[in-house]
């Protein structure tokens, strides 16, 4: 989501060095470091790794080959051929009245060898299968025999009841894309958008590379593809996110908004104490790996390595690099209310408090008339300051209030007790959205600490929202996790009828612990600076969200399109009824298929979809001939998209080799061309992917309208949308008031004026194959017809398509 902006933010110095590159001894360091890593990850939780390690086989089945082999031994067989006795031969000699003993041990070791063995088979065999993509670039709702026999044996060799972590040890590492493919696939996704010269010049550069520095550091990446867990995405994490000195606020962060048009309960503390139960309860299940992996056709598993830092997770900054702080447990989160900062504790020693225990020590925080001390209101602005800024300040801060910063650092998450209502009103719905998009995204600069791996957002009327640190994970992964809060604090646990959590107070706990902090004087004029920043960032962002409910999902899967690409043609249309031209697009995929795979860039913006526009806006074009070219635009996003889940992109490959010439102080003009590049629009789709915890047909209110982020560019755009049950999509978008090109609410009438004139394309299609006639109603030829008279506009309702 908020990666594009960090991506083009991404500056490394570079070096000149005219001469010729040797192996390189910091370069061969770093990928020794990155598989350093990788393998420190894995030894981290030895017992939760053992039993994923096993799988798909089991503890007890070790048991049962060991119990086979001693009911063999018994009835004087050896399944061993011998194996056994030699090594008995090679245990010590305990006596005669130990002999029994050696045989169980022989057998038990020869059990373990097999065992280990079959596993060790296992895992390659399900490595193999899961390194087969053909599936992928199936036509839509078509399957071969060869993908039908590979998803039996896939279903053979996965096992039974997988945990969260269980398919790790069996994702393929991801691939290495051949250097020419991608300089190739870059010239072409660049063409649309530069002019004859400009593609020239940019195709001499590709040349150049190819033929001077290419294969030395095609060469480095393979060597760490083979090394480390993955060749980009621990470059991703530090280059893009943690060396990044822009401030989080905007830049980095995204959020999550509450179910659209139902808040469960008005009471705050109600919302807060169910909401902050079911966080927790998430957090156990991720604990004790409950949580089912998330797997595509229900077969092919994705990476869940980003699971591991949703919870306890800080982002602590640096001078030059920031560093992500993650702790095993924290039994408490850190709240914000009214400029006072609070610890409450999350447990007892019989365990995690009941959601009606929680609300009453969120109450006594909300009834707590202690006012704010000197500056601490406004403390967390530096959260939100250039990231080398807020490094200095808290040098200072960690020796004067140490315990303080410590107990907000080590909480589970951070939650914050706004005082103003928020969501969608009846008197004024658009302003009401996007001032809840704008509180969720912002805030007011100071009431968020934008350094915690998320902060839970409870206003004063019991609407919620989430604000999300990028660096430690993507989107669908706080998706999932928000997924699970909202239908468990809505329909598990529940509310009275006057809005309360269910179960009584427990009035023997403590009052939460008021936090204090000594901050001394040379600190006030930082918070002081940072407030100002924070102010002005807020305040030139121009939110705008609205719900589409002409149509959904449901109409587009009717004409057997991807509703993805559908969405993704109709904002090319828009962005270019909007700025009269067309430019780079960053559409956001993911990569989990693969071993701690993250996202990659799919360039929406390819020739077939200007194409498509341009016949749009060609009133000499007819119905079927716009119809047939969207078709096509479709099919290639669709192609792109494949390949960049496959690994077969073309931005995270050229990000690599990029940062490999930073190593070998190798310039490339290429390269610099590339990550010179301003997205101009950015887009993402947030994906809805437990569908079973939400009833959308008896209950279609109780969906959540998904999340945005800020745009990627200072004169562009950055958009989100989210599929709402099958008859509704909800769109955010962001821009910068300070640009002169750029208006969210401009925008949010290009892209629906473009949904309506596209979805007429298909509804004039489908009237005239049902007359069986190329006449209309006026007794004229409808290829006479231009394109935009093909409907003023399109129905207004799902239903009358």
Known sequence: MAEAHQAVGF?????????????????????????LRSWKRHLSRFWND???????????????????????????????????????????????????????LAAALFASCLWGALIFTLHVALRLLLSYHGWLLQPHGAMSSRTKTWLALVRIFSGRHPMLFSYQRSLPRQPVPSVQDTVRKYLESVRPVLSDEDFDWTAALAREFLRLQASLLQWYLQLKSWWASNYVSDWWEEFVYLRSRNSLMVNSNYYMMDFLYVTPTPVQAARAG????????????????????????????????????????????????????????????AVFHRGRFFRLGTHTQSGLLSPRALEQQFQRILDDPSPACPHEEHLAALTAAPRDVWAQVRRSLKTQAQEALEAVEGAAFFVSLDSEPAGLTREDPAASLDAYAHALLAGRGHD???????????????KL??????????????GHMWEFTLATECFQLGYTADGHCKGHPDLSLPQPQRLHWDLPDKIHLSISLALRGAKTLSGNIDCHVFPFSHFGKSFIKRWHLSSDSFIQMALQLAYFRDRGQFCLTYESTMTRLFLEGRTETVRSCTR????????????????????????????????????????????????????????????????????????????????????????????????????????ADDHGYGVSYIFMGDDVITFHISSKKSSTRTDSHRLGQHIEDALLDVAALFQEGQRLKRRGLGEDDSGHSRDSLPCHTRGSRAPTTATNF
């Open 274 to 333: 169910n909401a902050v139960h079911a966080l927790l309860l998430y957090r156990h299940r991720l604990n004790r790996q409950e949580i089912l992996p998330t797997l595509l056709m229900g077969m092919r598993p994705l990476c869940s390595a980003q699971y591991e830092k949703i919870f306890n997770t800080t982002r602590i900054p640096g001078v030059h690099k920031d560093h992500i702080r993650h702790l095993r447990d924290s039994r408490h989160v």
């Open 465 to 478: 929202g989430l604000s999300v640190e990028h660096s430690w994970a993507d989107c669908p992964i706080s």
């Open 11 to 35: 500056r490394p110095s570079l070096t000149s060095d005219a001469g010729e590159v040797e192996l390189s001894a910091p370069m061969l360091q770093e990928i020794y470091l990155s598989g």
């Open 50 to 104: 053992f039993l994923t390690g096993v799988f798909p086989a089991s503890p007890l089945s070790w048991l049962f080959l060991f119990s086979a082999i001693q009911l063999a031994w018994f009835l004087q067989l050896d399944p061993s051929l011998g194996l056994m006795e030699k090594i008995k031969e090679l245990l010590p000699d305990w006596g005669g009245q130990h002999h029994r003993l050696r045989g169980v």
């Open 608 to 711: 077939e979809a200007c194409n498509f526009v341009r016949a749009m806006e060609d009133k000499e074009k007819t119905d079927p001939q716009c119809l047939a070219l969207f078709r096509l635009a479709v099919d290639k996003h669709q192609a792109l998209l494949k390949a960049a889940m496959s690994g077969q992109g073309v931005d995270r490959h050229l990000f690599a080799l990029y940062i490999v010439s930073q190593f070998l102080h190798l310039q490339s003009p290429f390269l610099d061309q590339v990550h010179s590049e301003q997205w101009q629009l950015a887009t993402s789709q947030t994906p809805v992917q437990q569908i079973h915890l939400f009833d959308v047909h008896s209950y279609p209110a109780y969906v959540s309208s998904g999340g945005g982020f800020g745009p």
């Open 448 to 462: 968020r600490w934008f350094d915690k791996s998320f902060s839970l957002i409870v206003f004063s009327n019991g």
